[in-house]
């Protein structure tokens, strides 16, 4: 009879416990990334100072960009479309115009 192959590691056979080390990295990075948009939103409220309007502004862009549209700035890989629409309102290639004989208000 044939002896069935150990499908176990060694290491997690042993009976004790198993400390696994995971890169930290990334956390770093995660923080950055934040800190780029926390940014990117306070300067995009200096040129559209309604939030809820630069909240419809930006989540109508980011739709557009999930679409497929091309982004009008210079992106990196790991900018997330979000950050890209925020990026084009700073930059003063995305704004807005109000709808004529609709209350300003509303």
Do not use: C, W, Y
Not at 22 to 35: G, M, Q
Not at 80 to 86: E, K, Q, Y
């Amino acid at each position: 009879m044939l002896a069935a192959p150990q499908l176990t590691p060694p290491a997690l056979a042993s009976s004790g416990p198993t400390i696994l080390q995971f890169p930290t990295e990334a956390n770093r990075t995660v923080r950055s990334l934040r800190h780029m948009t926390t940014q990117l939103l306070q300067e995009a409220a200096q040129v559209i100072p309604n939030q809820q309007l630069l909240i419809n502004v930006v989540s109508r862009r980011v739709r557009q960009l999930g679409l497929g549209h091309r982004p009008m700035v210079e992106t990196t890989p790991r900018m997330s479309l979000t950050d890209i629409a925020l990026k084009e309102i700073v930059a003063g290639k995305l704004a807005f115009e109000p709808v004529k004989g609709a209350p300003e208000n509303a």
